[in-house]
């Protein structure tokens, strides 16, 4: 599955603006076959922000036009042009249904610039033009994924539509935002050619993990036991009533026996749920005192407790922490730290542990006189990925800060990464983040001039090496390995 356009008049996550109220959802999937390669294409439109016009039977109906153009080379390749009606209704003033279109359309391999126009037909409007890069490499000589499709409903086939697949009736589910009436995550794929890489049994495992830092929610984790087959239509389900607001990709896993991984796919999706403290879902102290170390019957604990949660906190957490911690009563703050541990960790006291001594450690050595251990960078990124590798730290060179560099063979799910911390107070420990090659940090170009920039001019940000660099070694350092 990739990419979801949302035609709207309001402006969300994920979304485009359009001149009218005419709201209308897109998404796509390639995949592979014995025939052909082929995109499939899903669009949904809102019924009742269509104009609906009365037909010669004297019931109503909506009409949208469709216009999709496939381009190589500024030459068109292929394109499809026609009208989506909605189904018939006797009354514009009650329910009106929402209504989808799928359509498959044969493609070769290669790279293409996608153009689809929406429009309304009962309106004036000139549409909606919406761009997008698609690109299909299917190479039959290794095992390979088709795109994703998220699934609302499935059902058995009785008569074979554009919707069937494998023997079921696919009604797609044309969003990535999962709000909190919806909690069931259904979806398709197909992986190709596993009979070139497997000659016994081997695992397919899909799990939710979150975006930010690949962290796997437990909770949300099923494997099963496959055969090698040319092709293999899967449909999966995850239960994500107790997954809470955040931003999450759905990872499909292939490994063989000894559990190495042979290859993935994943989808990114959003969350909408928040936790609700009602006096129904109140905690009971004794769970917490049985499981977790220690007082919670101060809030000026609890509230620590929550707040050096922030550096493997997800995105909802943060939220919390950041701008609902200070002023929230401690039946909340117990419920939330209880929920986080139980969401996050098979083991939630233990890791608790195992944390809170991870935390004292930080807050001796990494705190300042008005920070401390967690909420520094060092603490945070100590915290966050764990224990580096090795640390180059320097305190006398002639042109430069105090820095440290710290190497990770792994960061989350990233290899070999950096990050280079520097102190421009040449006193205390006040140790700030300057740059990293990790996605999702802090990244600075010309951070080797910023760490010799007292004997730098910073007019020049093209430049990215120091004016003098006699006796440095950090560049060095960080090429190293």
Known sequence: MKKIIVIILVVSLNSLAYSNELDAYFMYAVFNSPEKTYIETYISTIGKTAVFKQTESGKYQAEIEITMLFKQNDSIVTFRKYNLLSPEIDDTLKNVPNFIDVQRIPLNNGIYNFELLIRDKNTDSKGFLFLDIIKLEFKNEKTEFSGIQLIEELVETKNESVISKNGYDLVPYISDFYPDNLNRLIFYTEIYNTNLDFTDDFLIKYFVERYEDGKIIDQLSRFKKQKPQKVIPLVGEL???ELYTGNYNLVIELRDRENELITNKKIFFQ??????????????????????????ESADSLREYIACLWPIAGTS???????QLNTAEKEHMKQFFYEFWHKYSPNPGEDWRSYKAQVDYVNKWY???????YETDRGRIYLQYGTPNDIYKSQHEPSAYPYEIWHYY???????????????????????????????????????????????????FDNTESDDQWGSRAREEFDKR
């Open 239 to 241: 239960n994500i009533s």
């Open 271 to 296: 969350r909408s749920k928040f936790i609700n403290f009602d006096d129904d879902n109140k905690l009971a102290d004794y769970e917490l005192n049985l499981i977790f170390d220690g007082d919670f």
């Open 317 to 323: 957490e943060r939220n919390y922490i950041n701008y």
């Open 367 to 373: 705190k300042t006189s008005i920070s401390k251990g």
């Open 410 to 460: 792994e960061a989350g799910q990233q290899r070999n990464r950096k990050f280079v911390f520097y102190n421009q107070s040449l006193v205390g420990e006040n140790f700030e983040l300057l740059h990293s090659n990790v996605i999702g940090e802090l990244q600075t170009p010309n951070w080797e001039r910023y760490l010799s920039k007292r004997n730098n001019s910073l007019y020049n």
